[in-house]
C-alpha cells in the first residue's frame, strides 16, 4: 500500500468520528460501535493493509526478477564479426539497426534456396548472386540463412536473438562424397544443396572417385557390379553416364521415370542452371541447349556487332562464314542425333552471332574511327591468334556456358544423350533397403520392380544415392486414393500429385488441397493465365472452376507475390477459398467436405479431379535405415 493510500484511510476514519462526535449518541459509543468493535475493524484494517503491502512487493521484485531471467537467457545479439567485415571489405558496418540477411558474395554459390525459403521477398538473385534487395521487409524469419547449404553460410541475418535451426542433412564428406558408411556416397538434392549443376557434377565426380578406389582396391568375387546409382534425376543421369564411359559394371535404379525432377516442372518452363558463373561440368552434355535467340545474350552489352562486322571488307564475312562452318561441323556431333537436323540451323546462327561479337569486341577495344583500318591494324597481324580465341569462346557457349532452356528441350537433349550413348537403367523399380554386407566389401540392394512389385537383389561394390529431397508424395489417407474416372473413353487416376501441365485442363471442376506454394501457384495456373507479375482470367470455354483448400493455415514460406495473386483470383471469383477445410469423402463425380477440428461436415461439391500438393516424405527414414547420420 502507498502512502497516499493509507492517507486516505485515515481521512475517512477521522471523518467518520468526527460525524459521529457531531451527531452520534453516546449511548452505544462512536459510530453506533463499542470500543470493541472499534478494535475489531481496526485490526482487519491492519491486517488486509499488511495483506496489500505484501502483495504489492511480491508482484514488484518478481517483475524484476523475471526480467532479469528473461534477459540472461536471451541470446546474443548477432552481428558481424572482425572477421566477416575484412570479408565484406569494410571496416564497420553502416547498415539498419533492425534484424535483415546479409549475404557474402565469394561463398554464394547462386542456389537460390535462401530465396526460395524467405516469404517476404527480402532476396532475389542478382548477376548469380543472392542479394538482400528489400532489407526493411525482413520479418526476422532466418529460414534463408537455415536453407544455405554452404559452410560457412553464405546468408545470415544479422541483429536478430532468433536462433537458427539448421535444415536436417545427411554427414558426408565435402570432398569425397561418401558417408559415415564407408563405400555409400551421396549426391543432389538429397545431401542439401538443391543445384542442378551441382548435381551433375557430383554425379560425374563420384564416379571418378569409385573408379579410381576400386582400381586400388582388392577384388570382390561375390560382387556382381562395380556401383549402384539409387535415382536417376540429374545427378544420377551424370553418374551413370560416366559409370558407361569409364566401362564400369552399373545399375541405375529409379522407382519413377529418369529425370523425374525436371519431368515434374510445368511444360514450357524456362529452367535455369545455376550458379551461371560457372561453365557446366558433368556426365550428361548440355550441347543442343539454349540455342533460341530469345534466351540468350539479353544481357550482352556493348557495341552493335552487326554494325562494326557490317562496315568491314566483305572477306572478313567470308571468313566468319568458312569459320562457323568448321565450327558447327565441329559441335553438331556433340548433340544428340535425334535433335541434330532441328538444332543445325540455330546452332549456325548462334556461332555467327558469338564470332561476329567476338571480332567486334577486340576491334572496339582498340577505339572507334574506321572499321576496316581498326580491322588491318589490331586483327589481322593476329588473325590466327584472334580467332582461336574467338571460336573457343563460341564452342564453350554451346558446350559450358549454358544459361539454361526449357523444359521439353532439357528432357529432349539428356534423354537423347543418355541414348546415344546407351546407357542403361532401370524406371519403375524401387529401392527397399541397403544393408552392407558381413562376408565382404560390397553391399546387397534390395529392389522392387514393376506394380508387381517383382523383388530384385544386386551385389554391388558401391552405392551411389542421388534421390530428390522429397520421396514419396504425402498422401491424403482417404480410402479409395486411388480412384479411376472415365476421360474420353479410358481410365485416368481423379487424384494428382503434381501438375506439369496447367493448360491441358479446361472446363474442368478442381480441387487443391495444400498451403504451400505448389498449391497456391497451381491454384492460379488453373483458375488464371499469368502474365508477369499480374494475372488475367481464362478465356470463358477454357475456365477452370477451382477450389483451394487449406486444412489449417498457409505455410509461413508462401511467397507474398504467391498469395498475391491467388487473392487477386479470389477476388476477381475465378477461384474458392476454403481454409479450415478438409476432405471427408471422394466419389467419381464430388466430393464431401468437412471441418477437420470438429468433424461436421460443411458441403458436398462437383468435381473432377483432386491435386493433393501437400508436399512430400523426406528420405531421412531410408537413409537412417541403411545407417547415414542425419545431423
Avoid at 153 to 179: F, L, M, W
Avoid at 222 to 243: F, K, Y
Avoid at 505 to 532: F, T
Wanted: hydrophobic share 40%; net charge neutral.
Amino acid at each position: 500500500m502507498r502512502p497516499f493510500n493509507l492517507f486516505i484511510c485515515l481521512v475517512l476514519i477521522a471523518m467518520l468520528v468526527w460525524l459521529n462526535r457531531m451527531f452520534g449518541t453516546n449511548d452505544i459509543g462512536l459510530g453506533g460501535l463499542s470500543w470493541f468493535g472499534w478494535f475489531s475493524i481496526f485490526l482487519v484494517m491492519a491486517g488486509v493493509g499488511f495483506v496489500v503491502i505484501l502483495n504489492d512487493s511480491a508482484r514488484a521484485f518478481g517483475f524484476f526478477r523475471d526480467r532479469d531471467q528473461r534477459a540472461a537467457n536471451l541470446l546474443p545479439v548477432r552481428t558481424l564479426e572482425l572477421s566477416e567485415l575484412e570479408e565484406l571489405g569494410l571496416a564497420k558496418y553502416r547498415g539498419p539497426e533492425y534484424p535483415h540477411p546479409i549475404i557474402f558474395p565469394d561463398r554464394c554459390i547462386g542456389c537460390q534456396a535462401c530465396v526460395d525459403a524467405c516469404p517476404h521477398d527480402v532476396l532475389a538473385i542478382v548477376d548469380g548472386r543472392a542479394a538482400s534487395v528489400a532489407p526493411d521487409l525482413c520479418m526476422e524469419d532466418t529460414a534463408c540463412q537455415a536453407e544455405c547449404p554452404v559452410n560457412p553460410k553464405a546468408c545470415i541475418v544479422i541483429n536478430t536473438t532468433k536462433q537458427v535451426r539448421s535444415v536436417p542433412a545427411p554427414t558426408r564428406d565435402g570432398a569425397s562424397y561418401q558417408t559415415n558408411v564407408p563405400g555409400c556416397y551421396i549426391i543432389g538434392d538429397v545431401s542439401g544443396v538443391p543445384l542442378i549443376k551441382n548435381a551433375v557434377k557430383e554425379g560425374a565426380e563420384v564416379i571418378e572417385i569409385i573408379s579410381n578406389e576400386l582400381a586400388a582396391a582388392a577384388p570382390e568375387p561375390r560382387a556382381e557390379i562395380d556401383v549402384a546409382v539409387i535415382g536417376i534425376g540429374p545427378g544420377g543421369a551424370s553418374a551413370i553416364s560416366t559409370a558407361h564411359d569409364k566401362k564400369l559394371r552399373y545399375a541405375g535404379i529409379e522407382q519413377d521415370k529418369i529425370l523425374a525432377t525436371i519431368e515434374m516442372y510445368p511444360k514450357g518452363k524456362y529452367i535455369f542452371f545455376k550458379p551461371d558463373t560457372k561453365d557446366w561440368t558433368g556426365g550428361i552434355r548440355v550441347a543442343g541447349l539454349g540455342l533460341k535467340p530469345s534466351k540468350y545474350g539479353a544481357a550482352a552489352a556493348g557495341p552493335d556487332h552487326e554494325e562494326v562486322i557490317a562496315a568491314l571488307d566483305p572477306d572478313v564475312m567470308q571468313t566468319i562464314r568458312e569459320q562457323v562452318q568448321l565450327l558447327h561441323s565441329r559441335l553438331l556431333p556433340k548433340i544428340p542425333r535425334s535433335m541434330q537436323a532441328e538444332a543445325s540451323d540455330p546452332l549456325a546462327a548462334k556461332l555467327e552471332k558469338e564470332i561476329k561479337r567476338g571480332i567486334a569486341g577486340i576491334l572496339t577495344s582498340h577505339g572507334t574511327g574506321s572499321w576496316p583500318d581498326v580491322y588491318r591494324q589490331h586483327f589481322e597481324p593476329n588473325k590466327e591468334a584472334h580467332l582461336k580465341t574467338i571460336l573457343d569462346a563460341a564452342a564453350a557457349q554451346v558446350e559450358s556456358r549454358i544459361p539454361g532452356d526449357q523444359r521439353e528441350t532439357i528432357l529432349a537433349v539428356w534423354n537423347g544423350n543418355l541414348a546415344d550413348k546407351g546407357v542403361t537403367f532401370n524406371e519403375g523399380e524401387s529401392c527397399k533397403a541397403i544393408t552392407r554386407a558381413n562376408d565382404g566389401d560390397y553391399f546387397i540392394v534390395n529392389t522392387e520392380r514393376g506394380t508387381e512389385k517383382t523383388p530384385a537383389v544386386y551385389k554391388a561394390r558401391r552405392v551411389v544415392i542421388a534421390i530428390g529431397l522429397r520421396g514419396a508424395p504425402n498422401k491424403l489417407r482417404l480410402s479409395n486414393e486411388d480412384l479411376s474416372i472415365a476421360v474420353n473413353g479410358h481410365q485416368e487416376q481423379k487424384v494428382r500429385y503434381s501438375l506439369t501441365n496447367p493448360a491441358e485442363y479446361k472446363g474442368k471442376r478442381i480441387a487443391i488441397v495444400g498451403g504451400g506454394n505448389s498449391a497456391v501457384e497451381a491454384a492460379v495456373d488453373l483458375a488464371a493465365k499469368r502474365v508477369g507479375t499480374s494475372i488475367e482470367p481464362r478465356p470463358e470455354n477454357e475456365r477452370n472452376q477451382v477450389t483451394l483448400l487449406v486444412r489449417d493455415y498457409f505455410a509461413p514460406t508462401v511467397k507474398f507475390g504467391n498469395k498475391l495473386q491467388m487473392y487477386h483470383c479470389f477476388d476477381a471469383g475465378l477461384l474458392d477459398l476454403k481454409i479450415g477445410v478438409a476432405i471427408k469423402e471422394m466419389r467419381e463425380n464430388e466430393l464431401v467436405l468437412f471441418d477437420p477440428k470438429t468433424g461436421q461436415i460443411l458441403d458436398t461439391i462437383p468435381n473432377d479431379y483432386v491435386f493433393a500438393l501437400i508436399g512430400g516424405e523426406r528420405p531421412d527414414r531410408f537413409l537412417k535405415s541403411i545407417g547415414i547420420e542425419i545431423k
